[in-house]
């Protein structure tokens, strides 16, 4: 069994910063790529920003330059540092992470619970 368990997540005022972090644990050979995605009330999820293995980046244009994506592969931990907060941002956020199992096994999508983030004006 894979977990991944997100924390950080909370209520800021417009302009604040958060941090999440998401630890995956469990059966796991390889991390491939991890992420951060976002669904706020009568939306689609949406990507916020992902991480390769290697540490390549990709942001969603709505959050480049204010929020940050790393990653602690010794840690099996990714994390979302959210500064410049806007009410725009408020949504549930979850962690994403590309795993294989095995040497063999092929890669799987695995998906934290959730946490909420609320952006207050």
């Known amino acids: 069994q894979v977990q991944l368990v997100e924390s950080g997540g909370g209520l800021v005022q417009a302009g604040g910063s958060l941090r999440l972090a998401c630890a995956a644990s469990g059966s796991i050979f390889r991390i491939n790529a991890m992420g951060w995605y976002r669904q706020a009330p009568g939306k689609q999820r949406e990507l916020v920003a992902a991480?390769?293995?290697?540490?390549?980046?990709n942001y969603a244009d709505s959050v480049k330059g204010r929020f940050t994506i790393s990653r602690d592969n010794a840690r099996n931990t990714v994390y979302l540092q959210m500064n410049s907060l806007k009410p725009e941002d408020t949504a549930v956020y979850y962690c994403n992470a590309v795993i294989k199992r095995s040497l063999v096994a092929g890669p799987i999508d695995y998906w934290g619970q959730g946490t909420q983030v609320t952006v207050s004006s």
């Open positions: 991480i390769t293995s290697g540490g390549s980046t």
